[in-house]
Nanobody, 124 residues
């Protein structure tokens, strides 16, 4: 089992920045690729980005490329989502998730463990 706890959500003005953190415990963190997803009001959960087990490779949803950056610190068992130039449409509950698959998957069903989510609200 891997337990994931997100933190860092809140209210921010459009154009602002925020960093989300996801702390992992349980099994060896470095054995899992990590993803960030979000669920906007009335929408299905969607892929935001992911980082490989070593942190050397990332991929992102097109709408956040150049604005969001995912990184991880395997010594601290933590993955981060740095969000810049925030827009009201980024308002959502953000989830981190862990997957044991070898490639950076965008499919929620491929992720084995999920955090409880943290709310981000971007005001216009």
């Amino acid at each position: 089992q891997v337990q994931l706890v997100e933190s860092g959500g809140g209210l921010v003005q459009a154009g602002g920045s925020l960093r989300l953190s996801c702390a992992a415990s349980g099994r060896t963190f470095a054995n899992y690729a990590m993803g960030w997803f979000r669920q906007r009001p009335g929408k299905e959960r969607e892929f935001v980005g992911a980082v490989s087990k070593s942190g050397s490779t990332t991929n992102y949803q097109e709408s956040v490329k150049g604005r969001f950056t995912i990184s991880r610190d395997n010594a601290k068992n933590t993955v981060y989502l740095q969000m810049n130039s925030l827009k009201p449409e980024d308002t959502a509950v953000y989830y981190c998730a862990a997957t044991g698959v070898m490639y950076l998957t965008t499919r929620p069903a491929s992720y084995d463990y999920w955090g409880q989510g943290t709310q981000l609200t971007v005001s216009s």
